[in-house]
C-alpha cells in the first residue's frame, strides 16, 4: 500500500467504553498484521475521537484516505452522517482523495463467521440434534428496512446450510421480534435446546442486556438447554474481510452506498438532527422514505446503484 495513504476505521461508538476500546485494540492488532499501513481510528457517536477529528488526522500528511465503515449494517449512521462528514474534509483537504469503500455487511465472508459462532454453540451444547436444536440471530435492529433485511439474508443462508428446523431473527432494540418473543415460540414448538448468536462486532451496553435476558430466560425455561454467543469483532475473517477491501478498494476506487447519491442530500438535514434513526431508509433501502411526496421518489427514480 502506498506509504501516502491512510486507512480510517470509523466504528458505530458504544455508550459502555469497552466496546470502543475493543474497536481501538482490534485496529493494533490489525496494524501488527501490516505494520508497514498507517490505520487511524474513529467513531461515529459515544467517543472522544469522532468523524470530523479522525478525518482530519487521517489527512494529515496523506494523498489518499481509505475509509472503511467498521459496522456490520448501513443504517442511517453510515448512509447520511458519514458521507456528509467526508464532503465535509474534501471540501478542507482539497489536495487529498478520499475514497470510502462499503461497510462490513452481511457477504459470504460474515456468513464464515457466523456459522463458526453457531458451530461453536452446537458444541457447548453437546452436539445435539438439530431438528430440535432452535437458532436465534440476534442483531442491534434498525428502523431501516434494508439493514434488517441483510440481517434476514443471513438467516437464510444459515438456514441453507445446516439442518434446523427453526432458525429465527430476533432483535435487541428498535424494530420487532425480542428476543423473548422468539425464544417463546420455539419452546413451543418443541425446541430442546436454543442456540443464540448475537451479531454483534464487540461489547457494550446491549451484550450486557443480552446476557441478563438469556439468564432469565434459563430461569423461565429450566427444561430447555441454552447457548449463547458472543460479539466476534476479533474472529480471523474480520481481518481478512478487511484485507480484502483494502486491496480491492485501492486497485478501483470506490463509494459508499448514497455517497454522491441526489436523495441523501433530501434527507440530510432532518436526519442529522434526529439520532432516533427514523428518518432512515431508502433508495434499495427507501428514499422514497425520505421524500414522502408523491410517486416520483420511488425506487423507479431512486438510486442508479444496486447494493449487494
Request: net charge negative; glycine share 12%.
Amino acid at each position: 500500500m502506498p506509504s501516502d495513504t491512510t486507512i480510517l476505521l470509523v466504528g458505530h461508538g458504544s455508550r459502555g467504553r469497552e466496546g470502543n476500546r475493543e474497536t481501538v485494540n482490534f485496529a493494533a492488532q490489525w496494524r501488527e498484521h501490516h505494520p508497514e499501513w498507517r490505520i487511524e481510528v474513529c467513531f461515529i457517536e459515544h467517543a472522544e475521537v469522532l468523524l470530523d477529528e479522525g478525518l482530519d488526522r487521517a489527512a494529515r500528511g496523506a494523498r489518499r484516505v481509505l475509509v472503511i465503515p467498521f459496522i456490520l449494517n448501513a443504517a442511517g449512521h453510515v448512509k447520511m452522517e458519514l458521507p456528509a462528514a467526508i464532503e465535509g474534509a474534501r471540501q478542507r483537504y482539497p489536495a487529498v482523495e478520499f475514497v470510502v469503500t462499503r461497510h462490513l455487511g452481511m457477504g459470504r465472508e460474515m456468513l464464515v463467521v457466523l456459522q463458526g459462532q453457531l458451530d461453536r454453540l452446537m458444541k457447548q451444547l453437546a452436539m445435539p440434534d438439530p431438528m430440535t436444536t432452535g437458532v436465534v440471530l440476534l442483531g442491534r435492529g434498525s428502523s431501516d428496512a434494508g439493514a434488517n433485511g441483510e440481517l434476514a439474508k443471513m438467516a437464510r443462508w444459515i438456514f441453507e446450510d445446516n439442518e434446523h428446523e427453526l432458525l429465527d431473527l430476533a432483535f435487541t432494540g428498535v424494530t420487532w421480534p425480542r428476543l423473548e418473543t422468539v425464544v417463546q415460540r420455539q419452546v413451543r414448538l418443541g425446541m430442546m435446546q436454543i442456540a443464540i448468536v448475537p451479531v454483534y462486532l464487540f461489547t457494550g451496553v446491549l451484550i450486557e442486556r443480552i446476557q441478563a435476558q438469556v439468564e432469565r430466560l434459563r430461569q423461565q425455561y429450566p427444561q430447555v438447554a441454552f447457548a449463547l454467543g458472543t460479539h466476534f469483532g476479533f474472529d480471523q475473517g474480520i481481518f481478512d474481510l478487511l484485507d480484502g477491501k483494502v486491496s480491492g478498494e485501492l486497485s478501483a476506487g470506490g463509494m459508499l452506498e448514497c455517497d454522491g447519491c441526489k436523495y441523501r442530500e433530501a434527507a440530510e438535514e432532518e436526519h442529522l438532527h434526529d439520532h432516533s434513526h427514523t428518518a432512515t431508509g431508502g433508495c434499495a433501502h427507501g428514499h422514497d422514505r425520505h421524500q414522502g411526496q408523491g410517486e416520483g421518489h420511488g425506487h423507479h427514480h431512486g438510486c442508479s446503484h444496486q447494493h449487494d
